[in-house]
């Protein structure tokens, strides 16, 4: 598994703060890592928070937001949403991907419910917050494609 696409809604808040987070993690693992979003606006920046909860952690995002789409999806061999709700819209549009679309709280084993909250247009507080929900989640999904990749 080398190509990893991290998906929300609008791909300025959660997609890309888990591209640039895992991106930062993984770095030298030989692993691509892209984000997309549903509904996004190609071109979008990501948010603000969301670029300070970032460089709060010493990572610079020039992040510009993608929809996804065919090539996007063909192009990944891992499809990590946000929510139940994101995997269910991608299942719609593109019900070949089933095999690899899952949440990412899904793919890593988190029982119960697997939404991360979606932070836009709330404050910094809740970037931050959702940061450590993506990054508590990260790192089980580092230590996952680490072992099966040694295996």
Known sequence: MKRILFVCTGNTCRSPMAE???RTKAKGQGWEIRSAGVAAFDGQPASRHAVDVLRERGIESEHQASRINDELVD?????LTMTHNHKQAILAYYPAAR????TLREFVGVEGYGDIADPFGGALEDYRR???EIEESLDMLYEQLAQNRDS
């Open 20 to 22: 640039a987070l895992f």
């Open 75 to 79: 192009w990944s061999d891992l499809i």
């Open 99 to 102: 095999s690899k679309v899952y």
């Open 130 to 132: 959702c940061a450590v």
